[in-house]
């Protein structure tokens, strides 16, 4: 899997599939950008919700195909949010690491080329650098057998986005 790094919002281009954070305990627990899709997609949104089986337990992925591709094929809703106040970054990285192992090995299955997420922080449980060093690792562990997609990072704050292109660049990514 290549690592694309953009400033810029998920919303701002279509793609194969986007990885919407959700606390899969029951309907309507989204994170910020599956609310902002809701928002702006809401007859896809309910259609999705409609789609998915409730409860996704805590560290899995629902896959969820869109019949008409607009503007993503596939959404893929990781149960990676627990609103619970005594979660902390380091309990949240082993359940978002799988979550979105299983959306990468998933959007490969299905053929996809391009997956869109923003950076996995948990409600900023996590910080930005670790988070973008747990899709470094969703990399690793996914391996050769995904190579065919692209995982654009979207991160619309340019100051954020700067700090993680610095560090990407400082660990050895080719950006």
């Given at each position: 899997?290549?690592?694309?790094?953009?400033?810029?919002s998920?919303?701002?281009?279509?793609?194969?599939?986007?990885?919407?954070?959700i606390?899969?305990?029951?309907?309507?627990?989204?994170?910020?950008?599956?609310?902002?899709?809701?928002?702006?997609?809401?007859?896809?949104w309910?259609?999705?919700e409609?789609?998915a089986?409730?409860?996704?337990a805590?560290?899995?992925?629902?896959?969820?195909?869109?019949?008409?591709?607009d503007?993503?094929?596939?959404?893929?809703?990781?149960?990676?949010?627990?609103?619970l106040?005594?979660i902390?970054g380091?309990?949240?990285?082993?359940?978002?690491?799988?979550?979105?192992?299983?959306?990468?090995?998933?959007?490969?299955?299905?053929?996809?080329?391009?997956?869109?997420?923003?950076?996995?922080t948990?409600?900023?449980?996590?910080?930005p650098?670790?988070?973008?060093l747990?899709?470094?690792?969703?990399?690793?562990?996914?391996?050769?057998?995904?190579k065919?997609?692209e995982?654009?990072?979207?991160?619309p704050?340019?100051?954020?986005?700067?700090?993680?292109?610095?560090?990407?660049?400082?660990?050895?990514?080719?950006?």
């Open positions: 899997m290549k690592l694309r790094i953009k400033n810029e998920i919303f701002d281009h279509s793609s194969d599939g986007v990885i919407l954070t606390d899969g305990t029951s309907k309507g627990m989204g994170g910020k950008v599956a609310r902002t899709f809701a928002e702006l997609y809401p007859e896809t309910k259609y999705i409609s789609q089986h409730y409860p996704i805590f560290g899995k992925c629902a896959s969820i195909p869109i019949p008409d591709g503007p993503f094929r596939y959404v893929f809703l990781a149960a990676t949010l627990m609103h106040p005594d902390n380091s309990s949240l990285k082993a359940p978002a690491l799988h979550a979105y192992c299983m959306a990468i090995v998933a959007a490969t299955s299905y053929g996809l080329k391009t997956v869109r997420c923003g950076l996995p948990g409600g900023w449980r996590i910080d650098l670790n988070a973008f747990l899709l470094a690792e969703v990399s690793d562990k996914t391996g050769s057998s995904t065919t997609v995982l654009h990072i979207c991160i704050d340019k100051d954020i986005f700067d700090s993680v292109v610095k560090f990407a660049i400082n660990i050895g990514f080719d950006i």
